[in-house]
Structure formats: structure tokens, C-alpha cells
């Protein structure tokens, strides 16, 4: 099959959860089929990046958007009452450009990631298949009661524009994918169980168990400037490990991840280390003793539990991010809702090498068992086959 991929960031380098799907997603298709990638973005690609998918893909177009041009996009978006986001990487350069290039390519099936890329294909003669990726509604609206003011109101408009695109999604795409059930749940229309469930994977070969001093007792991993990893470290560090120094004052924390907010940066301490970027997060996994993912808003599956787990850290998360992952709660992971549960799992890890190794074996025997790049890039392939015949 010739698949056209449309995404709305370039997929390298890995430090974004849309860019690591997209990525290991592309890898797997082009096993089989003939790639062809559109993008936009908003920041130059550097030409070694674009080394990175030659490997896979037949041709690539890449559209640099004015940020100031997307910004005019989203008050115009706002006028309309359409999503915001949408508007952000809308463009009418964008527009021709795919346009152009998808007349060049002729490709059996489109596969789009996210709703963001909605507008350049929804009028397009090709089947095409929607990857919603996570339920962005319902992300935005878990964020809600933690907004204020202004704030509060933009994303309580987002949230309604971004639950009315992904209902009429139904409407314009021949088949849906998304990354967990629990997602697939959130997205409002009475046809949502016909959504395909593509998880993501883990590149076992690479996150694999390795040595390494541990210099820390707890890590937390993400991109630091995502809204939900920023809330996360900034539960972590003040309401939780309070609780955790109580009885163990020496335990420390390391938070590992590209580009930390102000808010993710002031945190640190003689205890809390921020370290920013990092070339190789496998050091950050491996230098702590336990991951801890208190995750309290976002949605989709959280790559840094998969990674972790792979590694053989033993995880201590939150039902939000555990209601996509389906771990068994204190066999396969440790599950806690509350500062205080959370930090009594952290507590109990620490103090029991144990549980800790117990813990840490099962976790990475049930992510080789269910999340495999491989299994995932065979059942999108069957999904876009079944499209293009169509």
C-alpha cells in the first residue's frame, strides 16, 4: 500500500508522546507498505531529524508555519466557535502545500494523527483512516478544576470545540483509531465502540534493564512543559515527598525531562534535581530505585510507565493513568489516589528491597506480554488494508 501519513509535529526527536507514536508507527508500516509523510511545524527541523525517517519513508513534505500566522488562525477559530488547537496548525500554506503533495503521491489510504490535522483532509478523495491518538476533549476537561479565571474559560471552550470535532469525526473519516479503551470510552458518540484500539509499544531492545549506581531514590520522567507532567512533578515534589521525608528525610527525587517550566524548575532543591534535557532517559530511569507517575489529569497511555517498566523499575502511579494501562494493581504495579497512599507505597518500596524486586519483575514481564511496537504496527496495518479495499 502507498500510506500518506499527515501529522501535525515532526516526529523526531522522541520527546513528545504524539511524536514517539507517530514515530514507531511509521517504523512498523514501512515494513510492509510505501510511506509518505506530511508535516507541519512550527520550529525549524534540523536536517539531521529528517535522516532519522529517510529509513522509512518513500518522500517527506515538511511545512514550516509562521507562529504568527497560527496564532491569527486560533482568534479566527475562536470568532468561528471551532477549536483552537485546530487553528494553531491550520494554515493556508499548509493547505496547498498538502494538497500538492498528496496529488503527487495518489496513496491508497490517508492515516492522520490527531485532530489538529483534521483540515487537511477531510475534503479528500482517499480513504482515510483518523488516529485520535488520546481523547483530547477529555484531557482539556480534566484540566478544568485546575484552571482559573481566564484560563478556566479558554480551555472550557476548547473542551466543548474539541468534543464537537471528535463527534463529527464519525462523519468524515472511514475508520478511528485511538490508544486505549479508557480513551475510546471518553469520546462522545454512541459509535465509540467501533473506535480500533492501536496501543503503543516499547522498543525492548533499547529500554532494557542496565546497570547503574543509584543515585536516586524516586525519578519522575516526561516533557516538562506538558501541562499534566508539570502538575504531576509539582504534586510529587511538594505534597507527596513532604510525606516521604517524614520517615525517610534522605530519600531524593530526580525530574528528568525536556524543557521544565519556571514552575517544574523552582522545585528544585538540595533533595529535587531538575535536570532538563537529557541524550538518553534510560540514565534517569536507571538511576532511581522506583518511578513514581502521580498523574492527576491528562489522558492516553503514559509511555514513561511503559519505559520505566520495561527497564525493570518498579512504578507507583494513579488510577487515571493505570484506567489506559490495565497493570494489576499491587502485583504488577502500585496504585495510590491519595498524598498519603502514594507516598506509603514510596515508602514501602524504599524500605523493602523485596517488594521493590518482586514489583519491578512482574511490571516488566506484563509490558513484553502486551506492548509490542510490532503487535501494534500489524493491527494499524490491518486497519488502513481493510480502508484501502474498501
Not at 514517539?20 to 511509521?26: E, F, H, N, S, V
Not at 514501602?348 to 523485596?354: A, F, I, M, P
Request: with cysteine; proline share 5%; charged share 25%.
Amino acid at each position: 500500500m502507498k500510506i500518506l501519513v499527515v501529522l501535525p509535529r515532526f516526529p523526531y526527536p522522541l520527546e513528545k508522546g504524539d511524536k514517539l507514536r507517530a514515530y514507531y508507527q511509521i517504523k512498523e508500516l514501512s515494513k510492509r507498505n510505501d510511506i509518505y509523510l506530511f508535516c507541519v511545524s512550527h520550529v525549524r527541523v534540523l536536517p539531521e531529524y529528517v535522516e532519522q525517517l529517510r529509513p522509512f519513508c518513500k518522500d517527506i513534505c515538511i511545512v514550516k508555519s509562521p507562529k504568527l500566522v497560527n496564532y491569527k488562525n486560533v482568534l479566527r477559530n475562536f470568532l468561528h466557535t471551532k477549536s483552537l488547537q485546530i487553528g494553531y496548525w491550520d494554515s493556508v500554506k499548509a493547505r496547498k502545500a498538502y494538497k500538492a503533495f498528496e496529488n503527487k503521491v495518489q496513496p491508497d489510504v490517508l492515516y492522520n494523527q490527531m485532530v489538529r490535522t483534521m483540515v487537511y483532509v477531510a475534503r479528500s478523495k482517499y480513504p482515510k483512516v483518523m488516529d485520535f491518538q488520546d481523547a483530547l476533549s477529555m484531557n482539556t476537561e480534566r484540566r478544568l478544576d485546575h484552571a482559573h479565571f481566564l484560563w478556566h474559560y479558554i480551555l472550557h471552550f476548547e473542551f466543548k470545540m474539541l468534543r464537537s470535532t471528535e463527534y463529527n469525526s464519525f462523519k468524515i473519516f472511514d475508520a478511528l483509531t485511538i490508544i486505549s479503551d479508557a480513551d475510546s470510552d471518553a469520546i462522545p458518540h454512541t459509535r465509540n465502540g467501533d473506535i480500533y484500539i492501536t496501543p503503543n509499544g516499547v522498543d525492548f531492545d533499547f529500554f532494557k534493564p542496565i546497570e547503574c549506581p543509584k543515585q536516586y531514590d524516586v525519578v519522575f520522567c516526561g516533557n516538562m512543559h506538558y501541562e499534566p507532567n508539570v502538575r504531576a512533578a509539582r504534586y510529587l515534589a511538594s505534597v507527596v515527598m513532604p510525606l516521604v521525608w517524614k520517615q525517610m528525610p534522605e530519600a531524593r527525587l530526580l525530574l528528568a525531562g525536556a524543557d521544565p517550566r519556571k514552575q517544574v524548575r523552582e522545585l528544585a532543591n538540595d533533595r529535587v534535581v531538575v535536570s532538563g534535557f537529557v541524550d538518553d532517559i534510560r540514565q534517569s530511569y536507571a538511576s532511581a530505585k522506583i518511578l513514581a507517575a502521580p498523574m492527576l489529569t491528562g489522558s492516553g497511555l503514559q509511555n514513561k510507565l511503559l519505559e520505566a517498566m520495561s527497564m525493570r523499575i518498579p512504578c507507583v502511579t494513579t488510577s487515571i493513568a493505570n484506567d489506559s494501562l490495565h497493570a494489576q494493581a499491587g502485583k504488577e504495579v502500585l496504585i495510590g489516589d491519595t498524598a498519603e497512599s502514594f507516598a506509603d507505597h514510596i515508602v514501602s518500596l524504599l524500605k523493602d528491597d523485596q517488594l521493590r524486586s518482586s514489583l519491578a519483575q512482574n511490571g516488566h514481564d506484563f509490558v513484553l506480554q502486551n506492548f509490542s511496537w510490532e503487535k501494534a504496527g500489524l493491527k494499524l496495518e490491518e486497519v488502513l488494508k481493510s480502508v484501502a479495499k474498501k
